[in-house]
């Protein structure tokens, strides 16, 4: 009998943890579509201001326009990780050539590593091909070469390439950044995890988001790394 109210006191607490998780889905997928309304209405006016305000004012709009997409981009992801949670969000199965893949995340970091004077190597030279969603893949792929750029020195590396494996392609991020330890490596894919880090922008959702994303295509998401290399 101890055994029948065991189990059914599981899954009573089960069944009270699934509700309260998908209400916290739920609530994170109003909030951010809420915020997502106004913001985007305050980036076209401050558009609108840096084309017409003179030269001497222009510095600080643009960095009222690159906060706004910054805090744009967060929304974005708390969004997209209420829909992967509750299962709202739908992909698409394309077959896709990596080359493509590549050079289309590869040009969202480009400035930004030359701002940086980070070199990026980008491997366009790659016959594979991949089925996927491609808005999906590329929004992983931005997301690792983000992380990449951010913890890179100055004339550090950033490199984007594919290999071809038995039975799946390969995609390979890899920067020059100072390492993780073995310890924080264990943390890194858990939600709102910053491992102590302040001194960077993000509220640790990339790294999280962008394996689930992963795994909804069917594919999956790993981390190599070593502290001081």
């Not at 991949?130 to 808005?135: A, E, F, H, I």
């Not at 950033?158 to 490596?185: N, W, Y």
């Amino acid at each position: 009998t101890d055994s029948i109210e065991d189990r059914m006191k599981l899954i009573a607490s089960r069944e009270t943890a699934d509700r309260a998780n998908r209400a916290k889905s739920e609530f994170m997928a109003r909030m951010s579509h809420e915020l997502r309304t106004p913001l985007n209405a305050i980036l076209g006016f401050v558009q609108a201001l840096h084309r017409t305000i003179g030269k001497e004012s222009r510095e600080s709009v643009t960095e009222i326009r690159d906060a706004g997409h910054h805090l744009l981009s967060l929304i974005d992801d708390l969004l997209d990780l209420s829909r992967v949670e509750t299962d709202q969000l739908a992909f698409s199965r394309d077959h896709l050539p990596v080359s493509m893949l590549l050079d289309q995340a590869s040009r969202y970091l480009a400035n930004r590593a030359l701002r940086r004077n980070q070199n990026l190597f980008v491997d366009l030279e790659s016959t594979l091909w991949v089925l996927g969603d491609r808005t999906r893949i590329i929004q992983v792929l931005i997301n690792l070469l983000s992380n990449a750029s951010k913890y890179t020195p100055s004339g550090g590396k950033i490199s984007l390439f594919a290999t071809g494996m038995p039975d799946c392609v390969r995609i390979h991020v890899q920067d020059t950044g100072h390492g993780i330890s073995a310890e924080k490596l264990g943390r890194m894919f858990i939600p709102f995890e910053r491992l102590g880090e302040s001194s960077h922008p993000g509220v640790g959702l990339g790294l999280y988001l962008s394996r689930q994303l992963a795994e909804r295509m069917d594919g999956c998401l790993g981390l190599n790394s070593s502290e001081g290399s």
